[in-house]
C-alpha cells in the first residue's frame, strides 16, 4: 500500500528547476524515447508505458505507447505525482485497494486503470524528473527482477539526457567562442593559438564522452580474474566499441563486448543504448540468445538511425568442481578465444566459433546462436573487437587476421591470466609502426589455478583495467 511522503517547497522549487536544467519539456517527439516506451510496453507485456516529466502543475509525455494522442494531464489527474512522493520505484498492485490511487481518475474514469509501476527518472544530485512507467487494466505483479528491469529503463533515459545535454552545452560553448572570435579583431597568430585551445578542449570532451559508454571499472568476481583494455583509435571521433560485466540472480554474472558501426554521436547514442539495453534484458529474458533478439529489436525501432552492432553475450555459472559453465551467444561478432594448456603441457588455442550468428539491427529476422564451454582453472576466455584482427604487421602492412591472431596467442611463453593476455596484446598493438587503425575493446577472464588463488589475498578478485589514446602530432610542437 503506497504511503505518502511529504515534499517540502525549497525541495520542489530545486527539482523544477533541475527539469528545467535539461530543456525537455515540450520538445518534439524523439524516436530514442519513443523506443524506451515500447520496450517497456514489450518487455513486461502491458498496453501502455510511457516517459513522463513532472512539471510545476502538469504531466507531460515525452513518449507513450498506448494512449493515443494524450500529450499532457494535470498533476492532479495523473498518477505519476504520486511515484515522486516516495523514495526509489513505486508498485501498486491494485490501485481499487490503494487509498491514495482509488480516486484517481485514471483509475475511476475511462482507462480503467488497476495496475500502475514506475521507477523514477533520478538525477545525480537526487532530483526526480519524472518516471518510466508501465500500466494496466488488470490487478498484476512484478518480480524484483521486473522492478530492476524498470529501473535500468529510468537509468537509460537518464544517460541519454545527459550525453544530449552535454552536447548542446558544448554546441553553445562553440557558438558562443565563434561570435566572441567575430567581434574581436586578432592578429593570425592569436586566432590559430585559439583555435588550438578550443580543439583540445573538444578532444577532452569526446574522450571524456568516450569513457562514459565504458563501466568506469570491472567488478569483483569470486573466483574469476578479469582484465579489460579500450585503445581508441581517434582523440577526434567517439567509437562505438563497448564491454560490461555484471552480476545476475543467484551466484551468475553477465558478460558483453560489442562494437556498434560508424562513429561519431549516432555511434555513441547506438553504443549507450545497446549496453543498456543487454544489462535490462539480461535480468528479464531467460538465455544469451534471448538477450540478443531483444536488443536486436531495440535497435530495429530506431527510425532516426541505420546503426547495427556486433556483440557477444555471455553467462557465467560456477561449477562445484571449480571454474564456471559459460554460455555464449553471439551476433556476428569475431569468435572468441579459449586458452589452455594440451596434454602434452603446450598451450591449446581453440576459437569459440558459433555459425549463424547475424548482425544485431539489420534484419528483423536475425537469428542468433549459442555455444556452451566450461572455463576450467588456468584457463582463459579473450573477447576482442575487429579493431584487433584488422590492425596491420610488417613490412608488407598484412592485418594480422584470425590466423594471425591465433598464432600470436599460441606462442605466448606460458598461459597466465586474464591480466598478463590483455598486457601481452596491448605490447603487440604499442609495436605495430602504425599501431591500431580502429578502436579496440579486449575483455579478457580467466580461472586462477589452485597455486595462483593461495597467492591471492583472501577474498579479492583480480581486476584490471586501463585505457589508451593516440597523441596527436600536434601535441608534440608545444
Not at 593461495?454 to 600536434?474: C, F, I, K, N, Y
Request: aromatic share 4%; glycine share 10%; proline share 6%.
Amino acid at each position: 500500500m503506497l504511503r505518502e511522503n511529504a515534499v517540502g517547497p525549497d525541495t520542489e522549487s530545486a527539482r523544477i528547476a533541475a527539469v528545467r536544467r535539461y530543456e525537455i519539456l515540450d520538445t518534439p517527439p524523439d524516436g530514442f524515447f519513443d523506443r524506451v516506451a515500447r520496450l517497456a510496453a514489450r518487455t513486461f507485456q502491458v498496453p501502455i508505458a510511457a516517459v513522463t516529466f513532472v512539471d510545476s502543475d502538469r504531466i507531460w509525455f515525452k513518449a507513450r505507447h498506448g494512449l493515443g494522442d494524450v500529450t499532457e494531464i494535470s498533476r492532479a489527474d495523473g498518477l505519476c505525482g504520486l511515484a515522486l512522493l516516495r523514495d526509489g520505484p513505486l508498485v501498486i498492485p491494485d490501485t481499487r485497494q490503494d487509498p491514495l490511487a482509488m480516486g484517481n481518475p485514471m483509475v475511476t474514469g475511462g482507462l480503467g486503470i488497476r495496475f500502475y509501476a514506475a521507477a523514477p527518472i533520478v538525477t545525480a544530485d537526487g532530483h526526480k524528473l519524472g518516471t518510466v512507467n508501465i500500466l494496466d487494466t488488470r490487478p498484476r505483479t512484478l518480480s524484483p527482477e521486473d522492478v530492476t528491469a524498470l529501473e535500468d529503463l529510468a537509468a537509460i533515459v537518464l544517460d541519454e539526457m545527459e550525453l544530449r545535454l552535454t552536447a548542446l552545452r558544448a554546441l553553445r560553448r562553440e557558438q558562443e567562442r565563434r561570435q566572441a572570435v567575430v567581434r574581436q579583431v586578432e592578429d593570425e597568430r592569436a586566432a590559430r593559438l585559439r583555435a588550438e585551445r578550443d580543439r583540445r578542449v573538444l578532444e577532452s570532451l569526446t574522450s571524456t564522452l568516450q569513457r562514459t559508454l565504458l563501466p568506469p571499472a570491472l567488478p569483483a568476481v569470486p573466483g574469476l580474474e578479469l582484465a579489460c583494455h579500450y585503445h581508441a583509435a581517434s582523440v577526434h571521433d567517439l567509437g562505438g566499441d563497448f564491454y560490461d560485466v555484471f552480476p545476475l540472480d543467484g551466484d551468475r554474472w553477465a558478460f558483453l563486448l560489442g562494437d556498434v558501426c560508424g562513429k561519431g554521436p549516432d555511434a555513441a547514442t547506438v553504443t549507450a543504448l545497446a549496453r543498456h539495453t543487454l544489462r535490462a534484458a539480461a535480468h528479464h529474458a531467460p538465455d544469451p540468445v534471448a538477450v540478443l533478439d531483444t536488443l536486436n529489436q531495440a535497435l530495429l525501432g530506431d527510425t532516426l538511425t541505420s546503426k547495427f552492432c556486433t556483440a557477444i553475450f555471455g553467462v557465467l555459472t560456477p561449477r562445484e568442481e571449480g571454474g564456471f559453465e559459460v554460455e555464449i551467444a553471439t551476433g556476428g561478432h569475431p569468435p572468441a578465444y579459449h586458452l589452455g594448456s594440451s596434454p602434452d603441457g603446450g598451450p591449446r588455442v581453440s576459437a569459440v566459433g558459433l555459425e549463424g550468428g547475424m548482425l544485431i539491427g539489420a534484419l528483423p529476422e536475425a537469428r542468433f546462436r549459442s555455444r556452451t564451454v566450461v572455463l576450467a582453472p588456468g584457463e582463459v576466455l579473450l573477447l576482442y573487437t575487429d579493431g584487433l584482427i584488422e590492425a596491420r604487421a610488417g613490412e608488407d602492412r598484412q592485418m594480422i587476421g584470425d590466423e594471425g591472431l591465433a598464432a600470436f596467442l599460441a606462442r605466448r611463453r606460458g598461459l597466465g591470466g586474464a591480466a598478463g593476455l590483455v598486457e601481452d596484446i596491448v605490447d603487440l598493438l604499442d609495436s605495430l609502426p602504425e599501431g591500431a587503425e580502429d578502436d579496440v575493446a579486449l575483455l579478457a577472464l580467466s580461472v586462477p589455478t589452485a597455486e595462483e588463488a593461495e597467492r591471492q589475498t583472501p577474498g579479492v578478485t583480480s581486476t584490471a583495467h586501463t585505457t589508451t589514446l593516440p597523441t596527436d602530432a600536434t601535441d608534440e610542437e608545444h
